[in-house]
């Protein structure tokens, strides 16, 4: 499953491929493309093991805001 997810306190592309790092360490995501430019991450992941609650709660653990896309 993809998501698409709108980050807010990013400040260049660094804090991008930090929020990369911290949500492919977790069990259950196959791959999270963040950008910058955009301010948002798009989030292939497995629900069976990972849910959009827990997506938020390790970018918020990383620093920042974020909302799902609907």
Do not use: N, R, W
């Not at 430019?37 to 992941?45: N, R, S, Y």
């Amino acid at each position: 499953m993809k998501k698409k997810f709108k980050i807010t306190g990013m400040h260049c592309s660094s804090c991008a491929l930090t929020i990369d790092m911290d949500l492919e360490d977790l069990e259950g995501i196959k791959s999270s493309s963040t950008s910058y430019a955009k301010q948002e991450t798009e989030v292939e992941f497995d629900p069976g093991k990972m849910t959009d609650d827990l997506v938020l709660a390790t970018i918020k653990k990383s620093g920042y805001t974020a909302s799902l896309v609907d």
